[in-house]
């Protein structure tokens, strides 16, 4: 089975850009799509981005998604960092009837 | 706007069972694949179980396989989770979610709120 690594833990400043990799370890990160859900301090998850670089409807396009094969990676940008952005961001995907999600990525945001 | 409220959370015994339920509105409820996902105290996302729209297919986890079972009825618009033989490792939330229609079974649109099982004597 395969694994996907996130940084345990990211830190900008509110207005800044900061972009959150997920890298999957074996097989084509192409083969299956990638979805990026947020989970805020003792909230529910949500869904941001599905199928690679699909933004749910409501989701700011502050957000964006893209997928770089060179590095069998998957990456979540978030421009304009607001306070209300500092969550907990999980990468997901999928492979021989299998989810696998990122161990996640704690973004503050100071 | 879709609605799942997930009930029958609560303190278990080891060894023994618990069934999850996920009520459903605001959408066709038999036309989406449907997800379980659970999270331990302090810890990441992991996926539990899946089913598909008519319920024919169904994919687990191989830490749950052979003791937890998903299932729906689809005219009372509820997803279900049969958990038996509960370890104190299943003490989570869980989390009912669907799928969305291009990518059923394999991604999520929308989750519930959560119902937390402990596993305790």
């Known amino acids: 089975n395969f694994m996907l690594a996130q940084p345990h833990s990211l830190s900008e400043s509110p207005g800044k850009t900061v972009t959150i990799s997920c890298t999957r370890s074996s097989d084509s990160i192409s083969n299956n799509y990638v979805q990026w859900y947020q989970q805020r301090p003792g909230r529910a998850p949500t869904t941001i981005i599905f199928e690679d670089d699909q933004r749910l409807s409501g989701v700011p396009d502050r957000f964006s998604a893209s997928i770089d094969s060179s590095s069998n990676s998957a990456s979540l940008t978030i421009s304009g960092l607001k306070t209300e952005d500092e969550a907990d961001y999980y990468c997901q995907s999928y492979g021989n009837t299998n989810w696998v999600f990122g161990g996640g990525t704690r973004l503050t945001v100071l | 706007e879709v609605q799942l409220v997930e009930s029958g959370g609560g303190v278990a015994q080891p060894g023994g069972s618990r069934r999850l339920s996920c009520a459903a509105s605001?959408?066709?409820?038999?036309?989406?694949?449907m997800i379980w996902v659970r999270q331990s105290p302090g810890g990441a996302l992991q996926w539990v179980s899946a089913?598909?729209?008519?319920?024919?297919?169904?994919d687990t986890a191989d830490p749950v396989k052979g003791r937890f079972s998903i299932s729906r009825d689809n005219s009372r618009s509820t997803l279900y989770l049969q958990m038996n033989n509960l370890t104190v490792a299943d003490t989570a939330v869980y989390y009912c979610?669907?799928?969305?229609?291009?990518?059923?079974?394999?991604?999520?649109?929308?989750w519930g709120q959560g119902t937390l099982v402990i596993v305790s004597s």
């Open positions: 605001g959408f066709t409820f038999h036309s989406f694949a």
């Open positions: 089913i598909s729209g008519s319920g024919s297919r169904t």
């Open positions: 979610a669907k799928s969305p229609p291009s990518s059923s079974m394999v991604a999520i649109d929308n």
